[in-house]
């Protein structure tokens, strides 16, 4: 695998990797790997993620479940 150096970050930026790493149990090193691979990654489809969120092949019946709509009165204006 192929290494890279990136000079001259401000010492702020290091210190909130750092902090996100950490907020993801992650080492820095990893984290930065992580954010390059998001940035260069191609988005996924949106008829693709709208397929894996309500396709019953990809969810469980029982934990989609919308909440009782209350039924209210019209208003009457006088």
Known sequence: ????SVRKLKE?????L?????SHGVSMEEEVRQIIIRG????E???TLAV???????YDD???DLPKRS???????K
């Open 1 to 4: 695998m192929a290494s890279i």
């Open 12 to 16: 702020e930026t290091i210190q909130l």
């Open 18 to 22: 750092r902090t996100q790493a950490m």
């Open 40 to 43: 260069v990654s191609t988005p």
């Open 45 to 47: 489809p949106l008829g």
């Open 52 to 58: 894996k969120m309500f396709s019953p092949a990809y």
């Open 62 to 64: 029982d934990s989609f």
């Open 71 to 77: 039924v209210y009165e019209p208003i009457e204006f």
